[in-house]
C-alpha cells in the first residue's frame, strides 16, 4: 500500500533544529556527513547526542577505556567542526554495553528531545538486516520509542515539558525512500572521517573511505548526482501500528 498520500514523507532537507544520535563516534560522519554539512551550510542549528564515549573501540587493548574516550571526544569534536561546528553532548554510556542501561538510555533521549525541541532527528536504523552491533540497534530502538513519547504529557512528566514529535531520519537503512546530493559536501564528509584518527588507521581507513566513495557514487547514479546519501525518513505515525512503514 501507498501510504505516500495520507502519511507524507517529510522534507530533510528542511530541518531547522536537529539532534543526531549516534552510539559512538564517528557513525554519524559514516552515515550521514555529507547531509548534516549541507544542513549546517543552509543554517540547520545541529546537536551531537553521542550514547558512549567510544571506550571500546581498540583491537589492540593498549589504551585505558578512559584514555581511549577523552581521545574520541576530541576527534568527534574536531569532525563535528569540519562538518561546520554544533552543539555536542556525550550521555558518556559504557561502548557495546547499550542494552544493559536501555531504561536510562530512553530518558535521557526524551529529556534532551524535549530541551532541544528539534523538527528532525537522526539515528542509526535499528531495522538493517544483518547489523550485529548492539549499541547500534538499541540507540535506533530507544530514539524511534523517544520520538513517540515526547509528546505525551502523563507519561515521563519528570523529563521536561513534553514537545511536538520530530520527523526521524535514519541512516544506514536497507529501505532508503529519501536521497540527498551531497557532491559539493563529500569532501569534508571524508576529511571529517578522517579526523577519527584512532579509528581509520590503515588499512581499514582507506578502505572505509573507498567504500563510502563507491556507495556514495552509487546512491546517487539513479538520481544522476555524483554523489548522495541515503536515509530512511519517516514520521510518528508511520512509528506505531502501522503494518505498511517498511515500503514507505
Ligand atoms: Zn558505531
Known sequence: MDLSAILPIPDLMAAKNLIVFSPHPDDNEVGA???????????????????????AGSEDGQMSPDELAAI???????????????????????????????????????????DIRPDFVMAPDPWLPYEAHPDHRTLGHQVSTGVIMAPFALAQPDLGTPVPSPAIAYYGSAWPNTVIDVTETFDRKIQA????????????????????TLMAQETGRPKGVERAEPFKVLTPHHLHFNAFTWQS
Not at 38 to 54: E, F, H, M, N, P
Not at 195 to 202: E, G, L
Open 72 to 114: 574520541r571526544k576530541k576527534e568527534q569534536q574536531a569532525a563535528l567542526e569540519i562538518l561546520g561546528g554544533g552543539r555536542l553532548i556525550f550521555l558518556d554510556y559504557p561502548d557495546t554495553q547499550l542494552k544493559k542501561y536501555e531504561e536510562a538510555l530512553g530518558q535521557d533521549i526524551i529529556r534532551v528531545i524535549r
Open 193 to 212: 572521517l578522517s579526523a577519527h584518527q584512532s579509528q581509520f588507521s590503515p588499512p581499514l581507513g582507506p578502505q572505509l573511505m573507498m567504500y563510502l
Open 33 to 55: 556527513g555529507g547531509t548534516i554539512a549541507k544542513l549546517i551550510d543552509q543554517g540547520c542549528q545541529v546537536t551531537y547526542v553521542i550514547a558512549t564515549s567510544g571506550q
